[in-house]
């Protein structure tokens, strides 16, 4: 799996993978929800995913549209060293070094490494939604006013429990999930597709990839799931969420459930990162309306010979 060559000697992602993969992630310590063993895992084969180490760092590189592209290098030591293979193998390939989903902090490293050879691209639809876990808790304040009265209203109709996922309840969800897809299944419906290949392997795997998850039960049935796990030191990702959208306040009550739940279970996480919209309306309305805290930003950066 070392990558001192010239080609770097790429590997399909696998489960097993997480033994060594985590530990480079977990050493960058990175904002962004795509440099997650989990999202990685779940949309390898959507993506085409290859994956290798390259000193100590991780190195991704996949496909799409016929476009071979990177992630930034996640992982500790000589950064320059392991872009500069990076680099080599793109050359050896035949295609641009395109790096996609790069930070503003991975920015600055690029501009200093190489000052004139980079040209950046914003991301907008990768934008991950970064909210305040305190303020999804609590729903505090007039711009969140919406939220609580969908969930009083929520609690005033329906007797319902909140629990956690456990393996002897993942199965319901899954129904659940099936359930939901037929009922959105005329609209975009080759990105649910490939959402809803990703949600399946989250399933599959859910214990192995250390997954955690809440959901809402009505009348004894699960109306609303959803499932996250700490992305970094004081961050916390959500991967799915997912409601029967016409019971008034279901997504609103998972979300607050499962916003305390975090709380009560890893006290030291300050935010939520709500991942991207994928350049989706709905999605991109909806995730505003909580107001996010901070909008983790993301570029493509195209390297040129000068």
């Known amino acids: 799996m070392n990558g001192e060559g010239r080609m770097i000697n790429y590997k399909k992602v696998e489960i097993t993978d997480k ?4 530990p ?4 960058a310590d990175m904002p962004g929800c795509h440099q997650n063993f989990t999202n990685i895992f779940a949309w390898s084969e959507i993506y085409k995913y290859r994956v290798a ?3 100590n760092y991780l190195v991704l590189k996949g496909l799409f549209d016929n476009l071979s592209y990177y992630f930034y290098p996640a992982g500790f030591g000589d950064i320059k060293r392991v872009i500069e293979i990076m680099k080599e193998d793109a050359a050896h390939c035949g295609h641009d070094f395109v790096i996609t989903g790069v930070s503003p902090e991975d920015m600055v490293i690029l501009r200093s490494l190489y000052p004139d050879n980079f040209e950046y691209q914003e991301m907008r639809y990768g934008f991950d939604y970064v909210y305040l876990l305190e303020k999804l808790v609590t729903l505090a304040g007039n711009k969140l006013h919406s939220k609580r009265n969908h969930i009083n209203r929520f609690k005033q109709n329906n007797s319902w429990s909140f629990e956690e996922i456990t393996p002897e309840n993942l199965g319901e969800c899954w129904e659940m999930n099936i359930e939901w897809c037929k009922a959105h299944g005329s609209n975009d419906r080759d990105e649910l597709a490939k959402e809803n290949c990703a949600v399946r392997r989250c399933f599959d795997h859910f214990a192995k990839l250390g997954l955690e998850g809440g959901l809402i039960r009505v009348n004894d049935q699960v109306i609303a799931y959803t499932m996250g ?3 970094n030191s004081n961050t916390y990702v959500i991967h ?4 029967f ?11 607050r459930e499962f916003a305390a ?5 890893h006290p030291q996480m300050i935010y939520v990162n709500r991942e991207e919209d994928m350049g989706l309306e709905g999605l991109r309305k909806a995730k505003l309306s909580y107001r996010p805290d901070k ?3 993301k570029y493509i950066a195209r390297y040129f010979e000068v």
């Open 19 to 22: 033994k060594w993969m985590e």
């Open 24 to 27: 480079l992630i977990t050493a």
């Open 53 to 55: 180490q390259v000193n």
């Open 229 to 231: 796990e700490k992305l």
């Open 240 to 243: 799915i969420e997912k409601a």
């Open 245 to 255: 959208g016409e019971i008034q306040g279901a997504y609103q009550m998972i979300n």
């Open 261 to 265: 739940y975090i709380q009560k279970n």
């Open 295 to 297: 909008m983790e930003e």
